[in-house]
């Protein structure tokens, strides 16, 4: 039987956690994409965790985001993590098209 649950990507726990965490930028269910890069991932936000990213060590809030069926990693994985300086909301003529596609 294979797995229908999401993999969550690994995380990281900071050393030290602060006493009053940052404002949230996104929240769950908010449609958000990556734009620093070509092509960027999009999906949507279904968690936020205050971790440190090892690949970078950047200490924050990080966000879960459920890749949507089309965006383009969605092949290699479900969900992945993202800093918040990475992702943006995203754009409503996009976010129309894909729900008028049903998402």
């Not at 940052?22 to 205050?50: A, S």
């Amino acid at each position: 039987m294979t797995n229908t649950f999401p993999q969550i990507p690994p995380v990281a726990m900071p050393e030290v956690i602060p006493s009053e965490l940052p404002k949230q930028k996104f929240y769950l269910g908010e449609w958000v994409r990556w734009f620093q890069v070509p092509n960027g991932d999009f999906g949507r936000v279904i968690g936020v965790i205050y971790s440190q990213q090892a690949s970078c060590i950047a200490t924050g809030l990080h966000y879960l985001v459920l890749l949507d069926e089309r965006s383009p990693s969605r092949d290699t994985c479900s969900c992945d993590f993202a800093f918040e300086d990475d992702i943006e909301p995203l754009d409503n003529s996009l976010l129309s098209r894909l729900q008028g596609n049903h998402v």
